[in-house]
């Protein structure tokens, strides 16, 4: 390898990690939990879900936008619950038996999916970062929207 290709080669690599740390994208190779809200497919990194369950029907929170659909109490903890599809693309979720919440812990924070479809394993290189202001959605990995869920987490606390 000439030096010229080396050194492009190191600088590839360079803006690669600082592409992905100014979009919050993770830098090395991650499995991820494949979900749906709506018609749309998300990836959510697996290192913060917690759990998968059958949606617990949640208490409500007074005066809470619509998208907080009210809280769950897991263990000793009372988590938020966001109507994904709501919070995002503004599409509201009508509740029914067969939908999902995800548990995210590093703060708790309960995503209603209508499925699950698995653990995939991603590749930084895969993901395109989205331009403009950092959100929930920081890239798309093929026809899914990867999540960053501290930046949901922090619109949560702003918002609520």
Known sequence: MSSTAARIEVLTRELSTLRAQLAGLPEAPFDALEI????????????????????????????????????????????PVVDLAQRIGGQTTPLTA?????????????????SVQGVIHVHPEAVVPLAGEPGAVVGLCGAASLLCPEALDLEVALDA
């Open 36 to 79: 749906t809200a709506a018609v749309e497919r998300y990836l959510v990194p697996l290192g913060r879900v917690r759990l998968v369950v059958a949606l617990p029907w949640p208490s409500p929170v007074p005066d809470a936008p619509p998208w907080l659909l009210g809280v769950v109490r897991v263990g000793a903890a009372l988590v």
């Open 98 to 114: 067969d939908l999902w919440l995800v548990l995210l812990e590093r703060p708790w924070l309960g995503l209603v999916v209508s």
